[in-house]
């Protein structure tokens, strides 16, 4: 059987509690975009938040630093009441030419940040200097060592990178050296999402493949102890061209409003596990009630939303857990669902555990999702569609590995993991493997990814 480039074998295996590891609290941070005085957006995390990061840190258009008015003291001195560390985020909002201005103004920009920090007390401050290219790279890094030097002993120093799960030098991801960042700073928020975005296909905005790739990448650059992965709290849409049959748009939407939009227009709503995102698609007619995303009321047609669900957000807990992250980060506070907290936080320290569950095991080809070989993940029949070929087509008692050239692309987890817990792991499910003789599948100890999702 032949599947071109992803191979997805689910099975379920019994399995005694296996115990992975303990982690200490982890950074669990909050950006907080807009106005600081509404403090029930962090209230409502029910201490689901130990960092936040507001917007209160400009640039003008030299390259100077521009404090809002956002910032005040008597916000600082509510989150250190309620022990919150406030750690606020440099931003240029995509402007590029003010990102270049900035980086190339280090000394006198990390001067004003510093004083800004003694000034107001806070915890640290986040470098979000976005849609930079690879001729900005060196600058980057040396504004960010710069600013390191300079920073009071005790507050924290984080970088905002763009995912880079195939490590691509080109487009603005090729503007973060990884290396040398991580190495100036305390830790790199990793903005894990936005693998479909604004002005590009339909998809989802964070799958599990891309967010743990994301990692694994970040894994060969950085340590563990500095890397805090971003959760998206928005989702895109996207709306059919009759004409051409492909999707166009890419909007965010707040993943709090995809209930009420759901409900107003009663389309088909499909959350593949595979994928780990839901899609919801249906359709605006002459006589449907109007409907606004956003302040902007949507035209007759056809919609696509993909979008973070509650048991998506546990899936990437659960891998910021497996691989012993620093934290995690979520974009944005106030976007999500109340109902998040309600397990968040817990789900983020808990320890990992391998109970009676099941496994998914996946022989993945790097070429997978890259820009000449992307994955259409159009949803039919509740399947994702690997190059129109359903996975539904693959028999989990029917696969076998059949070439070196997939073995040797396959990416090792046991490179990433602390091997004395994860080979007791993998050669259990080796013997149970062995044991199902009906099962034609080679299980390699080096050449496949366990990934070992908990049933919330």
């Given at each position: 059987m032949?599947?071109?480039k992803?191979?997805v074998?689910?099975?379920?295996?019994?399995?005694s509690?296996?115990?992975?590891?303990y982690?200490d609290?982890?950074?669990?941070l909050g950006?907080l975009?807009?106005?600081t005085?509404?403090?029930?957006?962090?209230?409502r995390?029910?201490?689901g938040?130990?960092?936040?990061s507001?917007?209160c840190?400009?640039?003008t258009?030299?390259?100077?630093?521009?404090?809002t008015s956002?910032?005040t003291?008597?916000f600082?001195?509510?989150?250190h009441e309620?022990?919150i560390k406030?750690?606020?985020?440099?931003?240029?909002?995509w402007?590029?030419?003010?990102?270049?201005?900035?980086?190339?103004?280090?000394?006198?920009l990390?001067d004003?940040?510093?004083a800004?920090?003694?000034e107001?007390?806070?915890?640290g401050?986040?470098v979000?200097?976005?849609?930079l290219?690879?001729?900005d790279r060196?600058a980057?890094?040396?504004?960010?060592?710069?600013l390191k030097?300079?920073m009071p002993?005790?507050t924290?120093l984080?970088?905002s990178?763009?995912a880079n799960?195939?490590?691509?030098?080109?487009?603005?991801?090729?503007s973060y050296d990884?290396?040398k960042?991580?190495?100036n700073?305390?830790?790199?928020f990793i903005?894990?999402?936005?693998?479909?975005?604004?002005?590009?296909?339909?998809?989802p905005v964070?799958s599990?493949?891309?967010?743990e790739?994301s990692i694994?990448?970040?894994?060969?650059h950085?340590?563990k102890d500095?890397?805090?992965m971003g959760?998206?709290?928005?989702?895109?849409?996207?709306?059919?061209?009759?004409?051409t049959g492909?999707y166009s748009?890419?909007?965010?939407?707040?993943?709090?409003a995809?209930?009420?939009?759901?409900?107003?227009?009663?389309g088909?709503?499909?959350?593949?596990e595979?994928?780990?995102?839901a899609?919801?698609?249906f359709?605006?007619?002459?006589e449907?009630e109007p409907?606004s995303?956003?302040?902007t009321?949507?035209?007759?047609?056809?919609?696509?939303?993909?979008?973070?669900?509650?048991?998506?957000?546990?899936?990437?807990l659960?891998?910021?857990?497996?691989?012993?992250?620093?934290?995690?980060?979520?974009?944005?506070l106030?976007q999500?669902?109340a109902e998040?907290?309600?397990?968040?936080y817990?789900?983020l320290?808990?320890?990992?555990?391998?109970p009676?569950?099941?496994?998914i095991?996946s022989?993945?080809?790097?070429?997978?999702?890259?820009?000449?070989?992307?994955?259409?993940?159009?949803?039919?029949?509740d399947?994702?569609?690997a190059?129109r070929?359903?996975?539904?087509d693959?028999a989990?008692n029917?696969?076998?590995q059949?070439?070196s050239?997939?073995?040797?692309k396959?990416y090792?987890?046991?490179d990433?993991?602390?091997?004395?817990?994860y080979k007791?792991?993998?050669?259990k499910v080796k013997q149970?493997?062995r044991?199902?003789?009906?099962?034609?599948?080679e299980?390699s100890?080096?050449?496949?990814?366990?990934?070992m999702e908990a049933?919330?």
């Open positions: 032949r599947i071109s992803i191979l074998i689910s099975m379920l295996i019994v399995l509690v296996l115990s992975i590891s982690a609290d982890r950074v669990s950006f975009y807009g106005w005085g509404n403090i029930d957006l962090i209230d995390t029910n201490g938040i130990n960092q936040v507001p917007t840190l400009d640039l258009d030299n390259g100077n630093l521009l404090v956002n910032l003291h008597e600082v001195t509510k989150m309620r022990n406030v750690t606020p985020f440099l931003s240029n909002h402007a590029r030419q003010k990102g270049r201005n900035a980086i190339n103004n280090a000394e006198v990390s004003q940040i510093v800004t920090v003694i107001y007390e806070l915890d401050v986040n979000d200097i976005e849609n290219t690879i001729d060196d980057l890094s040396e504004f960010v060592r710069i030097s300079k002993e005790g924290i984080s970088v990178v763009a799960p195939y490590d691509s030098m080109t487009g603005w991801q090729g990884y290396d960042l991580g190495e700073s305390d830790y790199l903005m894990s999402y936005d693998e479909h975005g604004i002005g590009g296909p339909e998809g964070s599990t493949y891309f967010y790739k694994l990448t970040a894994l060969n950085v340590s500095k890397i805090v959760i998206p709290f928005f989702g895109r849409y996207w709306k059919l061209d009759e004409d492909e748009g890419g909007q965010a939407i707040v993943i709090g995809v209930p009420a939009l759901m409900d107003k227009t009663n088909t709503y499909v959350y593949n595979l994928v780990g995102e899609c919801y698609t359709t605006i007619t002459d449907s409907v995303i956003n302040g009321t949507l035209t007759s047609g056809t919609y696509q939303v993909w979008f973070q669900t509650n048991d998506s957000i546990r899936d990437k659960w891998l910021i857990n497996f691989y012993d992250l620093l934290g995690a980060g979520v974009w944005a106030g999500e669902k998040v907290w309600k397990y968040y817990t789900r320290n808990e320890k990992v555990r391998i009676e569950e099941q496994i095991l022989i993945v080809d790097e070429a997978t999702s890259s820009a000449a070989n992307r994955i259409d993940f159009t949803p039919i029949n399947q994702i569609v190059d070929t359903s996975v539904s693959v989990a029917s696969v076998t059949t070439n050239e997939t073995t040797d396959v090792r987890r046991e990433v993991v602390d091997k004395a817990p007791k792991l993998r050669e149970l493997f044991k199902k003789k009906e099962d034609d599948v299980v100890n080096n050449n496949h990814i366990f990934r049933n919330y």
